[in-house]
């Protein structure tokens, strides 16, 4: 079974410096989708960045990008320049091709002024 | 833009009821899914469904049933409502993985329930 894991329950990054998020996964299958999610107190979940398993290349979204590490099985969130509305809770998820979508526990992230 | 609306926000049960759950996607997707939101807990699994009338359990279906008779409408059933079904339950709705480009997936905004 596929799983995700997010080991940092909580982190924190001043205002305008960089953070990165960790996940890594498990799986058998060679396709399937990451995702990183955001999730602000209005519990409104929001796509931060997609990455497609079969592209080498990094996903990049403005200030956010990922470091894909298909063999390590790793998919980290880099957030440049961070703002105070980035303060949130960020989920790592994974979408395979038993069209199940399991998601990790979770980061929360808060930004200093 | 696709919606997933989730009928209701708020609500409160008393133990031992009959809960219904309902969530609406307006965009013709394939997929659909329940989960449950705890503190520490992240999202997790409880229902999923591929197709209509198709169904698959995530990881935690106990306590739970779904029902999907029309593509667009996916619900989720408490039988017997207990206090640990306590929690923010949410919908969400995607294409089939590789059907299309640019698969995502929407969710709805959540609906909390109570059970007292």
């Known amino acids: 079974a596929q799983t995700v894991t997010q080991s940092q329950p909580e982190m924190s990054v001043q205002e305008a410096e960089t953070v990165t998020l960790s996940c890594t996964y498990d799986t058998s299958e060679s396709d399937y989708y990451l995702f990183w999610y955001k999730q602000p107190p209005s519990r409104q979940m929001i796509l931060v960045i997609r990455q497609e398993a079969y592209k080498q290349q990094n996903a990049t979204e403005n200030r956010f990008s990922v470091n894909f590490q298909k063999a390590a099985k790793s998919f980290s969130l880099k957030i440049s320049d961070s703002q105070l509305g980035d303060a949130a809770m960020y989920f790592c998820?994974?979408?395979?091709?038993?069209?199940?979508?399991?998601f990790g526990k979770g980061t929360k992230l808060t930004v200093n002024p | 833009d696709v919606k997933v609306t989730q009928s209701s926000r708020y609500l409160v049960k008393r133990t031992g009821e009959k809960v219904f759950l309902e969530c609406v996607q307006d965009?013709?997707?394939?997929?659909m899914f329940w989960y449950r939101q705890d503190p520490g807990l992240g999202l997790r699994l409880i229902y999923f469904s591929y197709d209509v009338k198709m169904k698959e359990k995530g990881d935690i279906p106990e306590g739970y049933s779904v029902s999907r008779e029309k593509k667009e409408r996916f619900s989720l059933i408490l039988e017997s409502a207990s206090t640990n079904q306590t929690s923010m339950y949410l919908c969400a709705s995607s294409p089939d993985l590789f059907s299309r480009s640019g698969n995502t997936i929407y969710f709805g905004e959540g609906s909390w329930l109570t059970v007292v």
């Open positions: 965009m013709d997707h394939e997929n």
């Open positions: 998820a994974y979408h395979g091709g038993s069209e199940k979508l399991v």
